[in-house]
């Protein structure tokens, strides 16, 4: 009987050592606040352009289909066989949006480019693409992502970009990813798989930085509007 009492003693010490190791570890381990992955949430519809145009009004300047299923060509989706296409000729302009409901949530906008250009000029003043919200009934305009189409910023494949949306939670606006060109060594935007996720917490250091080129862009967005988009004050 001695031995037993003994035996779950030590059993119980054990358990307690081990918890006590993992809380010591769980402190003193360095703390990452990126965002969560894999809480997606169903704001955006068809991001992954699956069902072909389903749920996304599109323009092109020059009579292009934004999106398009081409798995046979070089230009391909990242996922499955839906894609956004965006610039690819001269003088285009090229928008693609859908009103979303945003919830009350801490929230990231993740999507995927990828960057094809022969351009030199990475000014943002020849091409140049980004993300908008435009909340029409309170005529306003907001930039979320910026970024020049240009031979330094062209990608290898498809890259990833972020955008903290926690600050429009709670909110309806319109979704509008845009890309323009100038006269000359136009530039290709592909665009896959645009998700609203739910975060703990945002790292702004992963975002893709906007400046200097969101007043360019905005300024090309109201030269150039597509006939959807309400006008509206930049911010």
Known sequence: MRYRHHAAAMVVLVVVLVLSAQ?????????????????????????GFEVGP???????????????????????ARSGTGFAWLGRDNDEIASLWQTIDLPNNTL???????????DTNC?????????????????????LDAFPLCVSTATNGYVERLVD????????????????TNES??????????????SSSFNAEAAAPVEPYRQLLLERRHQFQAPTANPAPAR
């Open 165 to 180: 949306l926690t600050p429009y939670h709670g909110r309806r606006a319109t979704l509008e990813f845009v890309g323009y």
């Open 23 to 47: 809380m010591l570890f769980a402190q003193s381990a360095p703390r990452t606040y990126l965002p969560l992955i894999g809480n997606q949430i169903e704001v955006v519809r068809n991001g």
């Open 108 to 118: 990231v906008l993740r999507y995927w480019v990828r960057i094809e250009s022969p």
């Open 185 to 198: 060594n136009p530039s290709s935007l592909l665009i896959d798989d645009i998700m609203i996720e739910a």
């Open 123 to 143: 000014s943002g003043a020849a091409d140049i693409a980004g993300v908008l919200l435009d909340f029409a009934p309170d005529d306003l305009l907001v930039t």
């Open 54 to 76: 389903s749920a996304w009004e599109q323009f092109s300047r020059k009579g292009y289909p934004i999106i398009t299923q081409l798995a046979a060509m070089p230009k391909r």
